[in-house]
């Protein structure tokens, strides 16, 4: 299957299909809504088997609905780790958090790889698509990537930072306000630098592709005129 052009409106489909499209954006907050409102009614244990079962239905209705499955298994997983932590530290907030550290690992990982010149979004679409490194050598290519990798360092900073002070304050209900009012905006802002930074890569990486098959042609297209043959050379 062909790959979306660089910097082409393929560039959103791709980037959504890795997170489970718009729908799974969606289906992410269910188990968390249910594990907070069955723990604050019945208790932690009833809410832990109620998200795991919740989070089984969802991913066997991707699987009907012929969505990716990918997603669906990352769902089931995260939602069964969480729990397990949960009951381990016998408190209902520890249902956050690996999705807290989490989100410290991954915005350590994106600053880092900004610092050593490697911005992991451009790294992650060369990848996902076979373009190649290219870009690292254009100054415009390199500036749009690292910027985009900054969003995504500012978006998890933002949420280990909010939602480990509600940690630490013992507000689960909070906590789950938090995971899921931070997750939607800020992924969406995220989302909207990481589109343009890959449209700013494509468009110099074509204006790269065009000075170099102009440098290509010789004299084609520089000025340059044949002299033409004397008469007494002719016949």
Partial sequence: MRAPA??????EQTLLQQMGGVSGLAYSA?????????????????????????SLVLALVRI???EPLQPA???????AICSFIAYRTGDAKGFFLLGIWTSLIYG???????????????????VLNGHGFRWREQRKA??????????WTIVFVAKFVVQQWLYAADETGWLAVARIAMGYPLTALALLVTVWAIRRAGKVAEQAREADSGGSDGGAGTGEVT?????????
């Fill in 73 to 79: 298994v990352s769902g089931v997983l995260g939602v």
């Fill in 227 to 235: 002299p033409a043959r004397p008469r007494h050379e002719m016949g």
């Fill in 142 to 151: 390199l500036t749009g990537y690292d910027l985009a990798t900054l969003a």
């Fill in 108 to 126: 350590g990982v994106f600053l880092v790889s900004m610092l050593v010149r490697w911005p992991l979004i451009g790294v992650a679409w060369s």
């Fill in 30 to 54: 269910v188990p968390i809504v249910v594990f907070v409102v069955v723990n604050s009614l019945v208790g932690m244990v009833p809410a832990i088997w109620i998200a795991i079962a919740s």
């Fill in 6 to 11: 660089e910097g082409s409106d393929g560039a």
């Fill in 64 to 66: 009907i609905r012929r």
